[in-house]
């Protein structure tokens, strides 16, 4: 129920905190940078963050939100900036939303809601300016302090069946090997590793992890050291912090994220790569092509529209084939 005693305020944003245990972790908190302005999905994001569009019933934050959720992770830290304000209010408690629902006998709808009532702590911080992935990382250092944190993407999830524990699996790594760094890595077709952040495995990649000698961005096919890019997931040591205070800008006067992590390796630092598992996908919304892959697939397998969805692609498929 959303009896008002469950209700737990923290900055602008309710919790709800059901009589549930949940075991401690050494990584309790994860850093959300949700502030890119999301200019190559323009005009969809002129007015509405590219973290909350629709893919299949769901903003794209809120996958990340329950990914991170059923790994144990109980305080977000979103790292946002101006027009993002949709973020702080889809996580809020709607108790306006939720009278009128009971009020109008729609109250079948609350279970819609139930992601409100997660064993959440959401907290917000602002990136005053748009310097890179790095810097909004750094933006969550005041709140993290010397504690290991997540670093999950806010425009891209692991799919596609909403059941992905490799955030779970990446901190059982950091903690068992002592890493300073732990990074999701996701096999994509060698045509595709100029687009992201590949590794450079030190030795065979095989087992549950491997070490990292490099990562290497966006290397053209001839020159990739692997096929295995950056899923968007990182679990990373305080020391990440320090790395990023003296990682200089690069293009476009950013700070880049990669930069930090492969400084980290160059001073010996212990850094891992754990690979998503046959069935895990990482979907993005960067862009107009991800964007609508990640909307038909998910539509696709809508427990109650997905077949209707189906043979309406069907049919004009059959139509454009007569034309």
């Not at 949709?86 to 079948?108: P, S």
């Not at 065979?204 to 096919?221: I, M, Q, R, W």
Request: hydrophobic letters at 40%; proline letters at 6%; a negative charge.
């Amino acid at each position: 129920s959303y009896s008002s005693d469950r209700f737990v305020k923290i900055g602008a944003s309710a919790t709800y905190r059901p009589p549930i245990r949940v075991a401690n972790m050494s990584v309790s908190i994860a850093i959300l940078p949700v502030a890119g302005r999301g200019t190559r999905l323009l005009p969809l994001t002129k007015s509405q963050p590219k973290e909350m569009l629709p893919v299949g019933r769901k903003p794209v934050v809120q996958y990340v939100v329950e990914e991170l959720a059923l790994s144990g992770v109980r305080r977000l830290l979103f790292v946002t900036g101006p027009g993002k304000t949709a973020i702080e209010n889809h996580f809020d408690i709607d108790v306006e939303l939720i009278e009128h629902l009971r009020h109008t006998g729609k109250e079948d709808l609350l279970e819609e809601l139930a992601f409100e009532r997660q064993d959440i702590d959401f907290l917000y911080t602002r990136q005053r300016r748009q310097l890179g992935l790095g810097h909004a990382v750094l933006c969550g250092r005041p709140m993290v302090g010397d504690q290991p944190f997540v670093v999950a993407l806010g425009d891209s999830f692991i799919g596609p069946t909403g059941d992905s524990r490799i955030v779970e699996r990446m901190i059982d790594c950091f903690d068992g090997e002592g890493a300073d760094a732990v990074i999701a890595f996701e096999q994509v077709p060698a045509a595709e590793v100029v687009h992201y952040g590949i590794a450079q495995p030190a030795g065979a990649v095989d087992g549950t992890h491997f070490v990292l000698s490099d990562v290497v961005e966006k290397p053209s096919a001839a020159a990739a050291p692997s096929d295995l890019a950056i899923a968007g997931r990182y679990v990373c040591s305080a020391k990440l912090f320090d790395y990023l205070k003296n990682t200089a800008p690069g293009k476009g006067n950013e700070i880049q994220f990669t930069d930090a992590l492969r400084a980290c390796i160059r001073d010996g630092g212990k850094v891992l790569g754990v690979r998503l598992l046959p069935g895990e996908r990482r979907f993005d919304v960067g862009n107009f092509g991800s964007y609508f892959q990640a909307f038909l697939e998910m539509a696709l397998r809508d427990p109650e529209y997905g077949e209707q969805v189906r043979n309406q692609i069907s049919g004009l498929l059959d139509e454009s084939h007569n034309a």
